[in-house]
Every structure is written in structure tokens, then in C-alpha cells.
T-cell receptor, first 115, second 113 residues
Framework: DQQVKQNSPSLSVQEGRISILNCDYT??????FLWYKKYPAEGPTFLIS?????DKNEDGRFTVFLNKSAKHLSLHIVPSQPGDSAVYFC??????????????FGKGTKLSVKP | DGGITQSPKYLFRKEGQNVTLSCEQN?????MYWYRQDPGQGLRLIYY???????QKGDIAEGYSVSREKKESFPLTVTSAQKNPTAFYLC????????????FGDGTRLSIL
């Protein structure tokens, strides 16, 4: 059973508008949450992260929100640009036992930003 | 520049053959990881290593083997026991502190002839 779910396989947004990508997780023990961006035939690039002690983290146009009670995180991109078109992966980990640092990934959401 | 180098970019294998994918990092990271990505899927963990000469199985280790003789290197062997080896393979590394993001190489695409 999937521990990390990105329920929207794709999202299309107009340039300049806000893109909102969503991610749900099942285990309340997860305490570190990341977003990666991936272009075809390339490795994922780290975008932004948040730890469980926060509910918001901003980096330029990118903001990640964490709702621990709902086990939900989201990535907001404002304003969206055509170069943001890529697949975005949500990833989670827990600082527990021998698997510290191991990431569990969602299936990704393909974002298309139209000029 | 520091980074993770995976080679080759594309690899073809005949059925029944073992093949080894290379992963080298010069980031001085302690931990290294191998993932597999299939179309429309997320990344799934094959093996990981948090220190030289030690490694653990991930979620889908069957049909794969690894070694970690040097801190910089974490090669992955896809054996003939792996029944569906065609995939995009990604190597990553991270510092020992668990709350640090993993950094990825550009991947190797393996195809069966």
C-alpha cells in the first residue's frame, strides 16, 4: 500500500498563475518532507524541504506547507513559469531506527505551465 | 564541481547477462542509494549504504547486488535473476545527518536486447 500519494498525475497552469501540487502520507512518524523536480532523462533536483516542527517554508517562488493533523503537504509555485514544467515528486522520511535518511517517494505530478 | 556521476547514460543487456552500473560522488557524502524508476511510477529504493563496507536492502533488492569498498563509489550489479530489469536507475548520496536532502545523478537507462 502506498505510504505517499500524489493523487494528481498531471496539472496544467497558465504562466503567471499559482501552481499547487499536493501530497498525502499515511504514517504520522514521518518527520522530514521534501519536494524534488525532475526533467525527462535527468535525475531529480532537490527543490525545498520542511521538517515536522514547522508548518511552512519559503524559498523564493516556492513555498511548502505542512498540515500534520491531515498528513498533507503542498507545494505552491508563484508565479508559475514555463521553465517550471517538469515532474514534481514528494518524498518523506523518518529519523527512526536504521533507516534514517531513506526517502519514500510519491509517483509524481507532471506540471505543465503554458505561456 | 562536486556532484554525482553515473555511467553509462544508456546501457543495453542481453538476457541472461549481468551488468554493472557505475556511481561515483565527490561530495564527501557518507550515505549512498540506488533507486529504480519505471514509467508513471515514483522512485523505489533498491539498496542503500550509510558507511563504507556496509549496505542494506531496500524495498526491491531481489536480483540486484551492490558493493561499497570506497566512500566515493557504490556500483550496482543487475543480475540475470532480475526478471524485469528494463528501467531508469538513479544513484543518490547524502550527508550522514538524516535531515539533509539526497542529491541525485542523471541516471542510467537500462534496456534488454
Amino acid at each position: 500500500d502506498q505510504q505517499v500519494k500524489q493523487n494528481s498525475p498531471s496539472l496544467s497552469v497558465q504562466e503567471g498563475r499559482i501552481s499547487i501540487l499536493n501530497c498525502d502520507y499515511t504514517n504520522s512518524m514521518f518527520d522530514y518532507f521534501l519536494w524534488y523536480k525532475k526533467y525527462p532523462a535527468e535525475g531529480p533536483t532537490f527543490l525545498i524541504s520542511i521538517s515536522s516542527i514547522k508548518d511552512k517554508n519559503e524559498d523564493g517562488r516556492f513555498t511548502v506547507f505542512l498540515n500534520k493533523s491531515a498528513k498533507h503537504l503542498s507545494l505552491h509555485i508563484v508565479p508559475s513559469q514555463p521553465g517550471d514544467s517538469a515532474v514534481y515528486f514528494c518524498a518523506v522520511s523518518m529519523n527512526y531506527g536504521g533507516s534514517q535518511g531513506n526517502l519514500i517517494f510519491g509517483k509524481g505530478t507532471k506540471l505543465s505551465v503554458k505561456p | 564541481d562536486g556532484g554525482i556521476t553515473q555511467s553509462p547514460k544508456y546501457l543495453f543487456r542481453k538476457e541472461g547477462q549481468n551488468v554493472t552500473l557505475s556511481c561515483e560522488q565527490n561530495l564527501n557524502h557518507d550515505a549512498m542509494y540506488w533507486y529504480r524508476q519505471d514509467p508513471g511510477q515514483g522512485l523505489r529504493l533498491i539498496y542503500y549504504s550509510q558507511i563504507v563496507n556496509d549496505f542494506q536492502k531496500g524495498d526491491i533488492a531481489e536480483g540486484y547486488s551492490v558493493s561499497r569498498e570506497k566512500k566515493e563509489s557504490f556500483p550496482l550489479t543487475v543480475t540475470s535473476a532480475q526478471k524485469n530489469p528494463t528501467a531508469f536507475y538513479l544513484c543518490a548520496s547524502s550527508p550522514k545527518n538524516s535531515n539533509q536532502p539526497q542529491h541525485f545523478g542523471d541516471g542510467t537507462r537500462l534496456s534488454i536486447l
